[in-house]
């Protein structure tokens, strides 16, 4: 049996089960999780509880469909702020509700953002709020993620 160890606990191959369970269907009820992993009820829940506690499950989410709320179109914006703009830019990135995730990335750019669109126009007028202050480089997202996995444990 594989097991990790960290500062504060340890992981085998059961938690692993139940965060790769968990992460392609958070709302799995626990008894059916409980019988997916081996494990009593009581036994999954605390085992639960205690992957929550330690930080190694920090919230669980949905995933989500903008095309039946007119958001067809999604786009990854990468953004380099221009010399004395970074504060600037994060604070217009935070307050951009089209972006759903962003991260402050090394490397040529200083943000990569994921934004849900209604059209290529309201594209426009979101990079529109950051002109003058970064550049930006866009890809229109074609598919569904690739490949979506919890990271190895």
């Known amino acids: 049996m594989k097991i990790l160890r960290s500062s504060k ?9 139940v965060i790769c369970r968990l992460h392609g269907d958070s709302r799995i009820s626990i008894r059916t999780l409980a019988a997916e992993v081996g494990l009593s009820a009581p036994s ?10 330690c930080g190694a499950i920090r919230r669980f989410t949905i995933e989500f469909d ?3 709320l007119g958001y067809a179109l999604q786009a990854i914006v990468r953004v380099k702020s221009l010399p004395g703009q970074f504060s600037l830019v994060e604070k217009l990135i935070t307050e951009t509700p089209e972006c759903v995730t962003c991260f402050k ?4 750019d200083d943000f ?4 849900y669109l209604r059209s290529v126009s309201h594209l426009d007028e979101v990079l529109e709020r950051l002109h003058g202050k970064a550049d930006t480089h866009t890809s229109i997202i074609k598919t569904t993620p690739v490949d979506r996995r919890p990271p190895p444990l």
Not at 9 to 17: P, T
């Open 9 to 17: 606990m340890l992981f085998d191959n059961i938690d692993r089960h």
């Open 105 to 108: 990335v090394t490397g040529e």
């Open 66 to 68: 903008g095309v039946p």
């Open 44 to 53: 999954c829940s605390e085992r639960l509880k205690r992957l929550e506690d």
């Open 112 to 115: 990569v953002c994921h934004l």
